[in-house]
């Protein structure tokens, strides 16, 4: 009750009730008179969609000491999401419908959260014969990735997206040539000059951005772009966009809040790939959230074990969690600065990624609708601190940073899965 009510799908932003029943919305109006089980106060909360994360590392199986189906998805309700998708990198790779199943019952048995697993395009992602996409999309996987490289063999790769635009589902694209890599740790430029350290190009992720949206184009399946960081990638879309092909992507809270000029000498979470680009770069990320280029804001939660981060900045693992501190970055950096509303706001974090993976009931506010939902608190101020994450990675740059905008409850199904 009492909540500021933002729905993207109606437009609808004012104070409004919501009714749930038996896990789905029965009714948003301004007022509801009548008794419930349960009666939240939403007073000066701004009431969203549950966000959907599309962009998610689990890491179960086979590192469970980095994060489980069951850690990552506490660590996703504190975060307001109500839907994430695991990414296929783990070991064995998820590059069969038995690993899509294993991941699904885990997470149907024990997650607080809706969990979705992406399959691998190549078996084992080692790029030289393709996974069972058909048997792994019949067993609920959304979408195809091989995230944490790319398929380097173009071939293969095409014949990838003609299956998933038979099967229906979305390419999810990390894009890295990888043989412009050199061992890079951080972005190339004047920083990695003073700091000593080997630099990653834009034009190793901008080359296969390229790439991908010529052969998704021909194709016409759909490509979905992650962690997006260069402003060639941000301009590319446009330009895709503008000659109807059929490509979304995404933008990560580090990467629109963070530039290589704030990197720590030695502090290795601030080491991430993509690595945090230069200053022009990360404005040309807020400008294409600003003009709706990019359509999602997804985290690439990526925890390690302490000891892969306590290793010299050249040694150390890429990347960083991102769950717990996604909304309140995003609502601090953009939605504070007036660079995006509120609207857009729940728009890139919870309907369009809904509408990317093709649901028609979630993403939504409105009756018939599944009841996964969001109380966000923007007048709430906090220090974020990893001691207290969920999360079993505390490998973040943002510990100790104050921010605004906090999650209050998160509700999937219509039951409250996490209250602060």
Request: proline share 5%; glycine share 8%; aromatic share 6%.
């Amino acid at each position: 009750k009492n909540g500021r009510g933002i729905d993207p799908a109606s437009k609808l932003d004012a104070e409004s009730d919501i009714l749930v029943e038996d896990g789905r919305i029965a009714k948003v109006k301004e007022k509801i008179k009548g008794k419930a089980d349960k009666v939240i106060d939403a007073k000066g909360c701004f009431v969203m969609p549950g966000f959907i994360d599309l962009h998610v590392h689990l890491r179960d199986p086979g590192f469970e000491e980095k994060e489980t189906v069951v850690t990552g998805a506490k660590a996703a309700a504190r975060g307001g999401f109500t839907t994430i998708l695991a990414m296929p990198n783990t070991k064995p790779v998820v590059d069969n419908a038995d690993v899509v199943n294993y991941v699904h019952q885990k997470a149907k048995n024990l997650a607080p959260v809706h969990v979705l697993q992406i399959g691998a395009v190549t078996k084992g992602q080692e790029g030289r014969k393709l996974a069972d996409i058909k048997k792994m999309v019949q067993a609920g996987s959304p979408a195809i990735s091989e995230d944490g490289k790319s398929v380097m063999n173009t071939e293969l790769y095409y014949r990838a997206m003609q299956v998933a635009k038979e099967e229906g589902i979305p390419v999810f694209a990390h894009c890295e040539d990888k043989k412009l890599m050199h061992g890079g740790v951080m972005n190339a430029g004047e920083r990695a000059k003073e700091l000593g350290m080997p630099g990653i190009l834009n034009e190793v992720e901008d080359i296969i951005v390229a790439r991908d949206i010529v052969l998704a184009g021909s194709i016409g399946v759909h490509l979905h772009l992650c962690h997006c960081s260069t402003a060639k990638s941000v301009w590319m879309v446009k330009q895709a966009k503008e000659n109807g092909m059929p490509v979304t992507a995404e933008a990560c809270p580090h990467h629109f809040t963070l530039s290589s000029d704030d990197m720590v000498p030695g502090d290795t979470n601030f080491k991430m790939n993509p690595p945090l680009r230069a200053k022009e770069d990360v404005e040309a990320l807020k400008e294409g959230l600003a003009k709706d280029i990019m359509n999602v804001i997804s985290t690439d939660h990526a925890p390690h074990a302490a000891e892969e981060k306590n290793k010299s900045m050249k040694e150390a693992a890429f990347g960083i969690v991102g769950l717990e501190t996604s909304a309140s970055l995003t609502y601090t950096e953009l939605v504070k600065t007036g660079v995006l509303t509120p609207m857009q706001m729940a728009d890139k974090m919870s309907y369009y990624p809904a509408k990317v993976l093709g649901f028609k009931d979630k993403g939504i506010i409105d009756a018939g609708m599944i009841a996964d939902l969001v109380v966000f608190d923007p007048a709430a101020e906090y220090v974020i601190n990893p001691e207290e994450f969920a999360s079993k990675g505390k490998n973040t740059p943002f510990g100790g940073r104050k921010v605004d905008g906090k999650v209050r409850y998160t509700l999937v199904d219509g039951n409250v899965v996490y209250e602060d």
